[in-house]
């Protein structure tokens, strides 16, 4: 093992220590350059309080083992921390995942009674819920029309999502893990759109144009004069 | 090659078979060959409606199973020449019939008349699978009560799925004072719902269930308001375009002056 050159550089930023992981060498390589640098050569530099640590792969792929590898010898010094790790590169899976969740799916008809409808993304439906109809998303719900039967946004857990509707009248909301059921919890019936969301684990319903106050940085572009 | 119509609505008492029995009626009045197909296996009653009960020698799963002949099971309507049935076994139940069965014994019928019309039973079991098998088009038959709209809805949803596409509505049973004072759902807030087109409405009307006992279709009575209502739908059915009846249409020389004073 005789490594000519560096294959993990560590550098100081002002929220912690980078280490840059050589993307061209051998995965053996550099976890042995890695265990050398944390367990012998550079104790001067990680000893001490609680260091964050970003590790950068550049454009190397991780697999969900080999990352455990390194975080296992990062973590063999009690006080270095990882905060997160870095890659220039994604899996076509989780590509896709992402895309999809960027995706608003358009939608037009009605969906009635006993029929249940899943979504990645956000939806924008143009038609009504009826009671007893069910949208899923793993984003937001738009609903231009009623929305007399249930909704769940947040899929899979992101409690930014909205349920938003022309008539917001359901007979359940879900948004991530948080139900609610909006003829007991409030009472509302306004004659503008509405959208529900939730704000300390709890849903709220308030008029589309809170949404800029509630959700600040929620969308890509907003309206400039 | 005639044209075959399911009549359905999920909910049960709404007035299928008596919609199918008068519309039938209606249109064999009109001078078109009919066939009503009772798919209700097991608990028919289109026979009786119609008051050919005692009529019956052989049914549908008699034709099906191949004990009996198609002509030989249907029922000739003695009052008129171009109307027939096809009545449904009551010893037997749903599953003694299968979808595909189902198809091709109304294809063989839309051979010899013009309108088939299917007469299918409530729920969306077997009995609903059945009776959609062989129609082109279908008709929702819906009351104004919060549960038959809800039930319709469901029904319309897995009608959209079938090959019988987006159907029809019929609002029956409808009582003009109960909606005035705002007890019954309107119509249009129930055509909102459902969003499907209007085929007809139809007043809740007393001579229905006179002439259902007597086993004569109400479309034979002049007079009575439910009978003109289902007129009415036969004659959209043959594309005509007919106005929506004025269900509160009050007759006598006082609602006209007082109309021309503009109290109501």
Redesign the interface.
Same mark, same amino acid.
């Given at each position: 093992m005789s490594a000519t050159k560096q294959k993990v550089t560590i550098k100081g930023t002002k929220d912690g220590l980078v280490f840059f992981m050589d993307d061209s060498c051998s995965f053996e390589d550099l976890v042995s350059d890695l265990k050398n640098k944390v367990e012998y050569s550079h104790q001067q530099i990680l000893t001490g309080p609680v260091i964050h640590i970003t590790v950068n792969l550049g454009y190397r792929y991780l697999s969900d083992k080999q990352e455990q590898q390194i975080r296992q010898i990062i973590r063999k010094r009690g006080n270095l921390v990882i905060k997160e790790f870095v890659s220039e590169v994604i899996s076509r899976e989780q590509a896709l995942m992402e895309r999809l969740a960027s995706h608003t799916n358009v939608v037009t008809g009605t969906v009635r009674s006993g029929q249940v409808n899943e979504y990645q993304g956000d939806v924008l439906l143009l038609g009504d819920i009826n009671p007893g109809g069910l949208v899923k998303a793993s984003g937001s719900i738009f609903v231009m029309g009623r929305l007399r039967g249930m909704a769940h946004a947040g899929l899979y857990g992101d409690d930014q999502a909205i349920i938003a509707a022309s008539h917001l009248e359901p007979t359940r909301l879900q948004i991530a893990e948080v139900m609610s059921l909006p003829a007991e919890q409030w009472v509302q019936h306004e004659m503008t759109m509405e959208f529900a969301y939730l704000i300390d684990g709890k849903m709220q319903v308030d008029s589309i144009h809170r949404i800029k106050q509630i959700r600040p940085d929620w969308t890509q572009s907003d309206i400039r004069g | 090659m005639g044209e075959a119509i399911v009549i359905t609505s999920g909910k049960g008492g709404v007035g299928k078979t008596t919609t199918t029995a008068n519309i039938g009626t209606a249109l064999a009045l009109s001078g078109k060959t009919v066939c009503l197909v009772d798919t209700d296996i097991g608990l028919r009653n289109l026979d009786v409606v119609m008051g050919l009960e005692n009529r019956i020698i052989f049914d549908l799963v008699d034709v099906v199973e191949g004990v009996a002949r198609l002509e030989q099971a249907l029922i000739r309507d003695k009052r008129f020449e171009n109307l027939t049935m096809l009545p449904a076994a009551q010893t037997k139940d749903k599953s003694a019939v299968k979808p595909r069965q189902m198809e091709k014994l109304v294809n063989e019928l839309k051979k010899d008349y013009d309108y088939v019309l299917i007469d299918c039973p409530a729920g969306i079991e077997q009995g609903f699978k059945n009776a959609v098998a062989g129609a082109n088009r279908a008709i929702v038959v819906t009351t104004p009560e919060t549960s038959a709209v809800?039930?319709a809805?469901?029904i319309?949803? +897995?009608l959209?799925r079938e090959k019988v596409g987006t159907p029809k509505l019929i609002i029956n049973r409808i009582r003009p004072h109960m909606v005035k004072n705002g007890q019954m759902h309107e119509v249009d807030e129930i055509v909102n719902? +459902?969003?499907i087109d209007l085929i007809g409405i139809v007043p809740d009307d007393e001579s229905i269930i006179a002439s259902a006992n007597l086993g004569e279709p109400v479309v034979l009575k002049h007079q009575s308001p439910a009978a003109l209502a289902y007129r009415n739908i036969a004659r959209r059915i043959l594309g005509e375009s007919v106005p929506l009846m004025n269900l509160n249409s009050h007759s006598g020389i006082m609602h006209k002056v007082k109309k021309w004073f503009g109290i109501r």
């Open positions: - | 809800r039930d809805d469901r319309i949803g +897995l959209e719902v +459902l969003a």
